[in-house]
């Protein structure tokens, strides 16, 4: 059995799997992310050459959150310090002795997600993930998406609301902005600040200084109205940007991974419902099945060891 | 020399054209927009058996403003009153002796553009069209995107202002309703209804009922302050759905075509200034050109000349 190496690189952990022809793990890594170049080369490097040892894994493939380019370059990444103009991919070349590829952390998500998960043989998916921020990976006929430089599916980053909140790329009113695990934060927050959220304060222990959206997520779970209304906001806010997308890529299928998917259908029903009233000529057209990552925090990994099996003929 | 047939319906008029293997045109046909089902089969039926009659034509394509699926079918066409579910593919079949096909107006525009206009050459491709609304075409690696059933290229159904006005839809802020030509017909009643746009009203001969986005365009380009401050509001909705668009799809460049591309640069330069600003990492990748479509109005019928060749061989 031939192996290959997934590493998955977000803002707040490095996950590397050692993958086999069938998809199985077989072996992994799991460390929280580094700052910086140096460190998160260092990372990388440590994580495939112990996999290859392992495992006789004989190419790797790394994902990571921001844009990458054909050469493997983080042009920028907005979630991980440190990361700006860096040649992660001709740094892991020069040390390490199996080839390696960098592609986009979501890119590689969408790659597992439709090689062994959620969308599974579906030719037109459209990976939204929803945590801290939302990222996003793209598979168009059947192939990953990558744009003419390498920048393409940067789903999180365009305009839903212009006189909204400002978005961690500080620009205003970005999907990003009013949709993910950040501005759910933000909603509990303000809900707690305007007086209200007992139930959303409850959950944090009595601390209010402490709430945050998995407080909120808590709270709707045992059926506080306010916190059921946070989440409808949220999940409007969620349906807003993805019936754009629906209506400039008309996928057969939405897999959401991410955090906030472990809310599970409190979270997507009303994403659902609220997709299907902002779809476009939504009653003429098939419906498009929102559907939870299958591989959860695997998909990445999963997907940039699929992705590393071109390397390895 | 083997001629094909393009048609272009939009939401005021039709044009047909028999273009030659060169993408030369050998004759035409241009009437105003019919309304309803009926009415619209007649006039392409008419179109293309004249030009067909005329030149030999052995196939057609028609374009059209709206939602159609692979079978031809418009599902929805917010544009052409009297369009919904309605089997135009099945209708042209069965009363024209040539084969046809039918396609989104946008996605034909987008190849003739690729074919013969401003996008010669290029493989990842966002035409815009500009006129009454918005609509677009993708070339995504060198081929027309249609998306999982046909659907996909919806670009100017995206919401870009939550809390803005209403599209023609029934969505509220969607890009086509702050960033098209009926945006600035509004912006232009607007001004007017305030007490300004004094040069504005002057361009409409001073009938102050009379004015429209024409009229903008008039005294923006004869140097008038408020005109051109319209104009660059005008632009910046303009840069701030294309800077989405290009953060989700990475393309090699824009081409924007329609009714607003009359003006120029006096409207594209704007666009160019607000889509650096707008555009994700802009200073860390490459720029992505703007250029007005080469082809004018002709770029869906040329376009649906070019693919109707798929059906001649």
Redesign the interface.
């Known amino acids: 059995v031939t192996a290959t190496v997934g590493v998955d690189v977000g803002g707040t952990k490095l996950l590397a799997l050692a993958v086999d022809e069938e998809g199985r793990t077989i072996a992994h890594r799991r460390v929280p992310s580094a700052q910086g170049f140096d460190a998160v080369v260092a990372d990388v490097v440590a994580a495939i050459e112990g996999l290859a040892a392992e495992t006789g894994a004989v190419a790797a493939c790394l994902g990571i959150a921001g ?1 990458v380019d054909p050469e493997g370059t983080v ?2 990444a907005p979630n991980i310090p440190g990361l ?2 860096a040649p992660v991919g001709a740094a892991l070349r020069k040390r390490l002795p199996i080839p390696v590829l960098v592609d986009n952390d979501a890119n590689v998500a969408a790659v597992g997600e439709a090689a062994y998960g959620a969308a599974t043989g579906r ?2 998916v459209l990976l939204v993930t929803i945590g801290t921020g939302i990222g ?1 990976g793209l598979v ?2 059947g ?1 990953v ?11 999180g ?8 909140p400002m978005c961690a ?1 500080g ?1 205003r ?1 970005h999907w990003e902005a ?1 949709a993910s695990g950040s501005a759910l934060d933000r909603m509990a927050r303000e809900l707690v600040a305007a007086g209200g959220g007992h139930a959303v304060v409850a959950a944090a222990g009595g601390d209010r200084t402490a709430v945050d959206g998995t407080h909120v997520a808590l709270a709707a779970h045992l059926g506080d109205a306010e916190a059921r209304a946070l989440l409808e906001r949220l999940a409007d806010g969620i349906a ?2 993805m ?3 629906c ?6 299928c939405v897999v959401v991974s991410g955090g906030l998917v472990e809310m599970g259908n409190l979270l997507l029903d009303p994403v659902r419902r609220r997709l299907a009233v ?1 779809l ?2 939504g009653a ?3 419906e498009i099945p929102v559907e939870p990552a299958a591989l959860g925090e695997r998909a990445g990994a999963v997907g940039a060891a699929v992705l590393a099996r071109q390397l390895a003929g």
């Open positions: 844009m042009a920028f700006r103009a030719e037109h996003g168009l006929g192939r998406y990558r744009g003419a430089h390498g920048y393409g599916g940067e789903i980053h365009f305009t839903v609301d212009a006189t909204g790329c620009e009113g009013i807003l940007g019936a754009g997308l209506n400039i890529l008309d996928p057969e902002h476009e000529g003429f057209r098939p």
